[in-house]
């Protein structure tokens, strides 16, 4: 254990760059490198108030609905659109301190090569205007940028990759969903009842403390609580990958090896034969 929790805290110690506060932003946002991207808000509300030099950026090229990967090339020609290069240095935010798509982002940058070069805005903008940080109106063009894609497929796994990985002691499996869908009380139209077999269950708001992202100590205890670490492959999933694109991030930022099940309990409920678990145990 102690050897785990050591490893655990050497990963960290580059890994909590993925979370930036407010303060860091304001010193860093003139850059030349730092490319600020506000991601999960309409552009007319983007233009009403957003971090002064950020560019919007479209959530829709970049989620697919349903599950699994969008069309790549179009989540390119929308990053390039914003103004990436192979040079950006990205910081994402939202509207809420406590929402969920930066980590969605998160995950197809860090499938494209970009998730070293990618920080999440601790607070979003909510934590932004109330540390005192001003805000800016309107919208402001970029030169497209030049992006070129390093594509890291193992990240993302599939259900004949799941059904494989079932219940080896090597694997942990995390469900970031709510308690009741984790035990299947909550029954969900075409969803298969309950858990993938031996998955823990850590709902994915758990990263979040009143005012944002939990500290780092805190997250890395909550993801110790499950049995989480350094000697197991983790794997998130939720409904259809959006909560688990968030859990996925916190899981980076906790230093541990992610990978994501982005089709989710959708893509495994296609297979109505598959094994689930409804109890509150694995």
């Known amino acids: 254990m102690i050897t785990t929790l050591l490893a655990l805290t050497l990963l960290t110690s580059q890994a909590d760059s993925l979370?930036?506060?407010?303060?860091?932003?304001?010193?860093?946002?003139?850059?030349?490198?730092?490319?600020?991207?506000?991601i999960g808000m309409r552009e007319t509300e983007f233009a009403e108030a957003h971090?002064?030099?950020a560019q919007w950026l479209d959530e829709g090229p970049i989620h697919a609905h349903g599950g699994?990967?969008?069309?790549?090339?179009d989540v390119v020609r929308e990053l390039e659109?914003?103004?990436?290069?192979?040079r950006s240095q990205i910081v994402l935010f939202g509207?809420?301190?406590?929402?969920?798509?930066?980590?969605?982002?998160?995950?197809v940058f860090d499938y494209l090569g970009l998730g070293d070069r990618t920080r999440v805005l601790d607070g979003?903008?909510?934590?932004?205007?109330?540390?005192?940080?001003?805000?800016a109106s309107g919208?402001?063009?970029?030169?497209?940028?030049?992006?070129?894609?390093?594509?890291?497929?193992?990240?993302?796994?599939?259900?004949?990759?799941?059904?494989?990985?079932l219940n080896r002691p090597d694997v942990l499996f995390l469900d970031a969903r709510s308690a009741e869908e984790y035990t299947g009380a909550r029954h969900i139209s075409g969803i298969l009842d309950g858990h993938l077999p031996g998955a823990r269950h850590l709902e994915w708001t758990e990263s979040f403390d009143a005012k944002g992202w939990k500290s780092l100590p805190d997250l890395i205890a909550g993801f110790q609580m499950v049995g989480a670490n350094t000697e197991k492959v983790v794997v998130t999933y939720c409904q259809v990958g959006m909560r688990a694109s968030h859990l996925y991030l916190a899981a980076?930022?906790?230093?541990?090896?992610?990978?994501?099940?982005?089709?989710?309990?959708?893509?495994?409920?296609?297979?109505?034969d598959r094994p689930v678990t409804t109890s509150r145990a694995p």
């Open 19 to 38: 979370v930036v506060s407010a303060q860091w932003l304001a010193e860093h946002r003139n850059d030349p490198n730092i490319l600020v991207l506000g």
């Open 51 to 53: 971090i002064p030099g």
């Open 68 to 73: 699994g990967l969008p069309p790549l090339a």
């Open 81 to 86: 659109r914003a103004g990436v290069t192979d």
């Open 95 to 107: 509207t809420r301190a406590k929402g969920m798509w930066p980590g969605i982002a998160f995950v």
């Open 124 to 135: 979003g903008l909510m934590g932004w205007q109330a540390d005192g940080f001003p805000v």
């Open 139 to 165: 919208t402001t063009t970029v030169a497209p940028g030049k992006f070129t894609p390093h594509i890291q497929s193992d990240i993302v796994v599939n259900a004949a990759w799941v059904e494989e990985h």
């Open 252 to 272: 980076r930022r906790a230093g541990l090896r992610p990978k994501i099940y982005l089709g989710s309990m959708q893509d495994w409920s296609r297979n109505t």
